[in-house]
C-alpha cells in the first residue's frame, strides 16, 4: 500500500524544528542535480529525527533491505558529496550533517521549577555487583540514546535498587529526572497528570485533558531531555498465564510505552518489571531504542559482601 504525497510529507515532520531542512534539501538537491523525491525527504527527515530504516520502512510500508539499498547508493551518496565525508551507517548521517553546519540551535528552555523530582525513592543503599549491568544500561540510556529501557527480574533481584544507582550515576546527562513507584498501580490518568505538573511546572488543574496527556507529554520529552523512571510496572500487568496483558482499566499503560518507544524524542523512560510489557516485546530489539535487561543472580563473591 503506498501513501500519498500529503501523507508522506506529515512522516516525522517535526524535524524542521531542530534542523535547517529547506536549507539542506536545497544543497541536496544541487548536489543530486535534481530536486529530492517525496520518500527521499521522508528518509532524510527520518533519519535527522533518530529513527532507523527499519522503522522508516515501516512507516513507508516497504521492504527494510530495499530501503537500504536505495539509501546507499542515492541519499547516502548525496550527503557524502555535500558534506565530504563518507556516511558508513545511517547514525552517521545527523553527526556528519551537523557539522556542516545545518542542525539549528535550540532555543533556550524556560527554567524549571523541579530539574530532579525523587517522588518517594528510597535511598541509595550499599551496592555490591552489577557493574556490567550498569555498564550496559548506561551505555542504551547515554551512548545510544535509548527512548524505553526496561530492567526485568524476580522479585528480589535488586531492580528497584539497581534504577536507582543508574539513575543517580546519569542524572548529569540530563536536564529532567522523575522517579515514581507504581507499586500501588496508579491509574494512568493520575501518573499522567503528576508527569505533566512536574514538567510543566503548572497547577493540575490547568493541565491538558486526559485523552490528549500522552501527546503533551511526548512535547515536553522532544523539548527537552528527561529520564522517567517508573519502578515496579509488573503491579499494572496481569497475573498468571496472560503474561504482558493489563489489568482491566489499566490498558491505556500500553499506549503509553507504546508512544513512547516509537515516536522519536530526545528522552528515555526506565521501566522496572517481574514481566515484560507487551508493547515493549514488540517494540525492542538490538539496532533499536528499546532494550530489556534481564537481571540475573548475583555473583557469590558480591552476595556474601551484601551480609557481610
Known sequence: MSLSSSSLETLFSDTSQSWDLDRLQTALAKSKQAPLSPTERVCLRGLLSGVNPIDIAAALHRQPQGLRVDLT???????????????????????????????????????????????????????????????????????????????????????TNLSLKLAHAIQAQFEVVIWRSLL?????????????????????????????????????????????????????LQSGEATGRYRTGYEGYGQLFQQLGAVPHQSCLLLTSREKPREIAQLEGKPRPVRSLELEGLAVADGKKIFA
Request: hydrophobic share 40%; charged share 20%; net charge positive.
Open 73 to 159: 547508493r542515492g541519499l547516502y551518496r548525496h550527503i557524502e558529496a555535500l558534506t565530504l565525508e563518507k556516511v558508513k551507517n545511517w547514525r552517521e548521517v545527523t553527526a556528519s550533517l551537523e557539522r556542516a553546519g545545518y542542525k539549528r540551535s535550540p532555543p533556550p528552555l524556560a527554567k524549571l521549577s523541579v530539574q530532579f523530582n525523587w517522588g518517594e525513592a528510597p535511598d541509595v543503599p550499599a551496592f555490591f555487583g552489577r557493574t556490567q549491568d550498569l555498564a550496559q544500561l548506561e551505555q542504551w540510556i547515554v551512548g545510544d540514546r535509548c527512548r524505553v529501557v526496561t530492567i526485568l527480574g524476580m522479585g528480589g533481584m535488586g531492580k
Open 184 to 236: 500501588n498501580a496508579p491509574p494512568l490518568a493520575d501518573l499522567l497528570a503528576d508527569l505533566l505538573q512536574v514538567l510543566s511546572g503548572q497547577p493540575a488543574a490547568l493541565l491538558t485533558e486526559p485523552n490528549t496527556a500522552v501527546s503533551k507529554l511526548l512535547q515536553y520529552l522532544k523539548k527537552q531531555r528527561c529520564l522517567l523512571v517508573l519502578d515496579n510496572a509488573e503491579t499494572i
